[in-house]
């Protein structure tokens, strides 16, 4: 059921995280649902409030992590560390346990590594052929470019990006005014989903581009796997299509995030 709600309205059913707690998870996107969305991404900075109740949850809970496209260090320079929270940095190809055997480890994966010169070369070739206004962002192993400032070029980013990886062998992952170029390697929102779920019986996760949607269908086959599962959308005006319908609820932007998880940390007894 889809219904656009924020936290104020219909309350959500927590009891499979409250009577488990050592048994369940929160993961949560970063920009657009921690971090309301800016023009100078690198300014973009997490609700006041946000780093304590992630901290705050992962006292009680099992899992709580942040799962973004951005790099490990931008996550950890602008919500962390925290203590007991994961961060998973480019859709999980640089990784920061919070918890468990790895905890406190910073993970890079070696299979993206192989890939890193091809991506610099491509990422170089993005430079030159990009149009004023089209910005290629480098995150080592993989690039992104962005159209934010020339809304009209995105449709070129797209295409450019799509030619050089179907060439080169990588993949593309469209965004907000913006498409990320990765190596291919089996990663992403629903990788981390799935890999973190394994000892969990519920988990709730929280996204607002297309980027998330991986996760939510994640989310999808652990529910019918039995698990309980709650996929949260996050609205905003530059809301993919597709959002609505891959979501059980949908929050009024960051705002809502933190309205939702307080309601939760108020129900697991957080102080
Ligand atoms: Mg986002």
Same mark, same amino acid.
């Given at each position: 059921?889809?219904?656009?709600?924020?936290?104020?309205?219909?309350?959500?059913?927590?009891?499979?995280?409250?009577?488990?707690?050592? =048994?369940?998870?929160?993961?949560?996107?970063?920009?657009? *649902?921690? =971090?309301?969305?800016?023009?100078?991404?690198?300014? @973009?900075?997490?609700?006041?409030?946000?780093?304590?109740?992630?901290?705050? $949850?992962?006292?009680?809970?099992?899992?709580?992590?942040?799962?973004?496209?951005?790099?490990?260090?931008? $996550?950890?320079?602008?919500?962390?560390?925290?203590?007991?929270?994961?961060?998973?940095?480019?859709?999980?190809?640089?990784?920061?346990?919070?918890?468990?055997?790895?905890?406190?480890?910073?993970?890079?994966?070696?299979?993206?590594?192989?890939?890193?010169?091809?991506?610099?070369?491509?990422a170089a070739? =993005?430079?030159?052929? &990009?149009? @004023? %206004?089209?910005?290629?962002?480098?995150?080592?192993?993989?690039?992104?470019?962005?159209?934010?400032?020339?809304?009209?070029?995105?449709s070129w980013?797209?295409?450019?990006?799509?030619?050089?990886?179907?060439?080169?062998?990588?993949?593309?992952?469209?965004?907000?005014?913006?498409?990320?170029?990765?190596?291919?390697? &089996?990663?992403?929102?629903?990788?981390?989903?799935?890999e973190l779920? *394994?000892?969990?019986? @519920?988990?709730?996760?929280?996204?607002?581009?297309? %980027?998330? $949607?991986?996760?939510?269908?994640?989310?999808?086959? $652990?529910?019918?796997?039995?698990?309980? *599962?709650? =996929?949260?959308?996050?609205?905003?005006?530059?809301?993919?299509?597709?959002?609505?319908?891959?979501?059980?609820?949908?929050?009024?932007?960051?705002?809502?995030?933190?309205?939702?998880?307080?309601?939760?940390?108020?129900?697991?007894?957080?102080?």
């Amino acid at each position: 059921m889809n219904e656009e709600r924020d936290a104020g309205g219909a309350p959500v059913d927590w009891s499979p995280w409250v009577l488990q707690p050592l =048994a369940a998870g929160v993961l949560c996107d970063y920009d657009g *649902t921690l =971090a309301p969305i800016v023009e100078d991404r690198d300014r @973009a900075v997490p609700l006041p409030g946000a780093p304590t109740l992630l901290a705050q $949850l992962a006292r009680k809970l099992s899992v709580v992590g942040v799962v973004s496209g951005r790099p490990l260090e931008f $996550l950890l320079a602008n919500l962390g560390p925290l203590e007991g929270v994961s961060f998973f940095g480019l859709y999980g190809l640089e990784r920061l346990y919070g918890r468990g055997r790895d905890q406190g480890v910073r993970e890079v994966s070696q299979a993206a590594l192989a890939w890193k010169d091809v991506m610099e070369l491509v990422a170089a070739e =993005a430079e030159v052929a &990009a149009p @004023a %206004g089209v910005e290629v962002e480098h995150k080592g192993l993989t690039f992104v470019l962005h159209s934010r400032r020339r809304p009209e070029l995105a449709s070129w980013a797209l295409g450019w990006a799509r030619e050089a990886a179907l060439e080169k062998g990588l993949t593309v992952q469209p965004g907000r005014l913006s498409v990320e170029v990765l190596p291919p390697v &089996a990663s992403g929102k629903g990788t981390v989903v799935e890999e973190l779920s *394994t000892p969990l019986r @519920a988990l709730c996760y929280l996204g607002d581009d297309r %980027g998330d $949607l991986p996760a939510f269908r994640a989310l999808r086959r $652990l529910r019918c796997a039995g698990k309980a *599962t709650l =996929a949260v959308g996050v609205a905003s005006p530059e809301q993919p299509p597709e959002l609505a319908g891959a979501v059980d609820i949908v929050v009024s932007g960051p705002d809502g995030v933190l309205r939702l998880l307080r309601e939760l940390a108020s129900r697991l007894g957080c102080g």
